[in-house]
């Protein structure tokens, strides 16, 4: 599903414009990123759970290249 997709069901499913939908939904991801660069952790019952995780770094290399 796109973007454009979820703001067209969720305006029609609540009953406001698409505008609106995209406001409301544009404010709801930058809270979520904003919690998440605190280091908060954010869980949606039966949806998920974003935290970040500091990870060790590692050696990579490009396949084609070497």
């Known amino acids: 599903m796109k973007v454009d997709e979820l703001l067209t069901q969720v305006s029609a499913a609540s009953g406001v414009t698409k505008k609106d939908s995209s406001a409301v939904l544009?404010?709801?991801?930058?809270?979520?990123?904003?919690?998440?660069?605190?280091?908060?952790?954010?869980?949606?019952?039966?949806?998920?759970?974003?935290?970040?995780q500091e990870r060790k770094a590692r050696k990579a290399f490009n396949p084609r290249t070497r």
């Open 26 to 52: 544009k404010a709801t991801l930058n809270a979520i990123s904003e919690a998440v660069a605190s280091k908060d952790r954010i869980t949606f019952p039966g949806f998920g759970t974003f935290s970040a």
